[in-house]
């Protein structure tokens, strides 16, 4: 079940109310990568709003509801608290995903319980390029769990084969809204200026393009 326009705007009003979303291109943002930009996402906020959150979770749910499943996977660490509240709602055992597995004990990547066969929904808090779906799923999958579905509140919906890439490896993902739905809300509620929303969607189109004629590059 995919999610209505309706709902994709009012999934991109709730992260724009909660601050996850945030844009400046007078002094823009610079990520971990060392690289500049206008826009910065940060759905760990959504965490501290309860009904935020809870709206969002409820649209999650809803549009997972034809999907069968036996556990809900959070990714570490940020999909943790969102597999959380879907696991709560859908009243399904729940696991999380290390990055690497932990260097003692069992060694163990998956927190919880994956039995073979299990059918696995994995929750983040958002997707850019899908690089980080890809290596959870598989850390599934070598526990001969069935993973091809994954959930996020928010996708960048700007890296080129993202879609693709997911698809390659056998997964779905599953979205609430994206950067196109944010900026439509945002231009038709004035929310942004009108020169702002053209530098956002100019970056999004052409990242490097977009530092290099502002001497970011």
């Avoid at 943790?80 to 055992?93: D, S």
């Avoid at 769990?145 to 509140?153: D, E, F, I, L, T």
Wanted: proline share 6%; with cysteine; charged share 25%.
């Amino acid at each position: 079940m995919k999610t209505t326009p309706e709902q994709a705007r009012t999934a991109a009003r709730l992260l724009v109310e909660a601050g996850a979303l945030q844009f400046n291109d007078e002094v823009p943002f610079t990520y971990t990568s060392g690289l500049r930009g206008p826009v910065y996402v940060d759905c760990r906020r959504l965490i501290a709003f309860p009904a935020i959150r809870g709206a969002l979770m409820d649209m999650m749910v809803e549009q997972l509801k034809d999907e069968p499943f036996d556990v809900i996977a959070g990714g570490e660490t940020a999909g943790i608290p969102f597999a959380a509240f879907v696991a709560e709602r859908m009243n399904l055992p729940m696991a999380y995903i290390r990055k690497k597995p932990k260097g003692h004990g069992r060694g163990a990547r998956i927190e919880g319980i994956v039995n073979p066969g299990d059918r696995v929904l994995l929750v983040e808090d958002m997707a850019t390029d899908g690089g980080s779906k890809v290596s959870f799923v598989e850390a599934v999958r070598e526990a001969e769990g069935v993973c091809n579905h994954s959930a996020v509140p928010f996708f960048y919906g700007s890296f080129p084969g993202a879609d693709e890439r997911l698809a390659e490896h056998g997964i779905t993902l599953h979205r609430l809204c994206t950067w196109a739905d944010v900026l439509a809300l945002c231009e038709d509620e004035k929310r942004l200026s009108p020169e702002r929303i053209a530098s956002i969607r100019a970056f999004l189109d052409n990242p490097d393009g977009w530092r290099a004629e502002r001497g970011f590059a």
